[in-house]
């Protein structure tokens, strides 16, 4: 079983920075890439960004040049830097993580974490 842990949400006016982290403990074999999602009320979960093990990253049009997201491989954990946030950022942001056990590759998903942003 593996359990993804997300921290760091919050309330934080526009133009401000958060800094979201994620911790995966448990029964994990290799983590090929680590994402955060967000998903606004009434809209669908769409991906943020993603950072893949060889370090690769993509970004949501919507947040490149704001957005940065790193890992720690040590320590299995992953965070989103977010930098000059808009109203629009405003969501409940989700970790996730595809893990491969054997021959199986899993995606887990952690609990999510409310990001809000007052204009």
């Known amino acids: 079983q593996v359990q993804l842990v997300e921290s760091g949400g919050g309330l934080v006016q526009a133009g401000g920075s958060l800094r979201l982290s994620c911790a995966a403990s448990g029964s994990i074999g290799v983590i090929n890439s680590m994402s955060w999602y967000r998903q606004a009320p009434e809209k669908q979960r769409e991906r943020v960004a993603i950072?893949?093990?060889?370090?690769?990253?993509n970004f949501a049009d919507s947040v490149k040049g704001r957005f940065t997201i790193s890992r720690d491989y040590a320590k299995n954990t992953v965070s989103l830097q977010m930098n000059s946030l808009r109203f629009e950022d405003t969501a409940v942001y989700f970790c996730?993580?595809?893990?491969?056990?054997?021959?199986?590759?899993?995606?887990?998903w952690g609990q999510g974490t409310q990001v809000t942003v007052s204009s």
């Open positions: 996730s993580a595809n893990i491969q056990q054997g021959a199986i590759t899993s995606k887990y």
């Open positions: 950072i893949i093990s060889a370090g690769t990253t």
